[in-house]
């Protein structure tokens, strides 16, 4: 039972477009998400976050998207660069339970130059 | 730097031996998780440990799995007996309840 889904395995983007990578979650006690980026032989590391208190929440080239009625996330990355290709996790915790990090199957970013 | 430090980076072993993975957390962080990347799941959360009391260890198959955290400076991952399907890429995290955690490079298990 997959919790959180990203159900694009992969996305190519050209240089300088936008970036929008989606997450969809099923546990409605979820309400702490995160995104994190994981370049090859390395371990995942943190992007960015938002709270269910919030929709939205902007870092530099990075804003993440919250719908809490769809169950629903995204990371828009703009202008898109060809450092950002890795693949993207996006994760969801419950601040009333354990936080526990669940995630997702991860979005293969490719940046074409 | 502080980082979280995995160890052995890569490892090869025969099926049916035994493979202790080991872990040393951020010095301070009370959370610790154990997950496996693999090409179906994603990142599947196998163990997770809050002041070095085992929270949730759901996902691990309890028959050949166990984690452990003797201290607060090393948690341990053991497979015994080792199988080919156990191959993948085993991370370590450590973080604080409501933050980011904080991944160390991962442990990448071969068994043949």
């Known amino acids: 039972d997959q919790q959180v889904k990203q159900n694009s395995p992969s996305l190519s983007v050209q240089e300088g477009r936008i970036s929008i990578l989606n997450c969809d979650y099923t546990?409605?006690?979820?309400?702490?998400f995160l995104w994190y980026k994981k370049y090859p032989a390395e371990g995942p590391t943190f992007l960015i976050s938002i709270s269910s208190i919030k929709d939205k929440n902007e870092d530099g080239r990075f804003t993440v998207f919250l719908n809490k009625s769809a169950k629903h996330l995204s990371l828009h990355i703009v202008p898109s660069q060809p450092g950002d290709s890795a693949v993207y996790f996006c994760a969801a915790s419950s601040t009333s339970g354990t936080y526990k990090y669940i995630f997702g199957t991860g979005t293969r970013l490719k940046v074409l130059a | 730097d502080a980082r979280v430090t995995q160890t052995p980076r890569h490892k090869v072993t025969e099926m049916g031996q035994e493979v202790t993975m080991r872990c040393q957390p951020i010095l301070g962080h009370n959370t610790v998780f154990w997950y496996r990347q693999t090409m179906m799941q994603g990142l599947e959360l196998l163990a997770y440990?809050?002041?070095?009391?085992?929270?949730?260890d759901s996902g691990m198959p309890k028959d050949r799995f166990s984690a452990e955290m003797p201290d607060a400076t090393l948690a341990t991952l053991k497979i015994q007996p080792s199988e080919p399907r156990d191959s993948a890429v085993y991370f370590c995290a450590s973080g604080f309840p409501g933050g980011e955690a904080f991944f160390g490079q991962g442990t990448r298990l071969t068994v043949v």
């Open positions: 440990f809050r002041n070095r009391a085992p929270l949730d």
């Open positions: 546990n409605s006690m979820f309400d702490y």
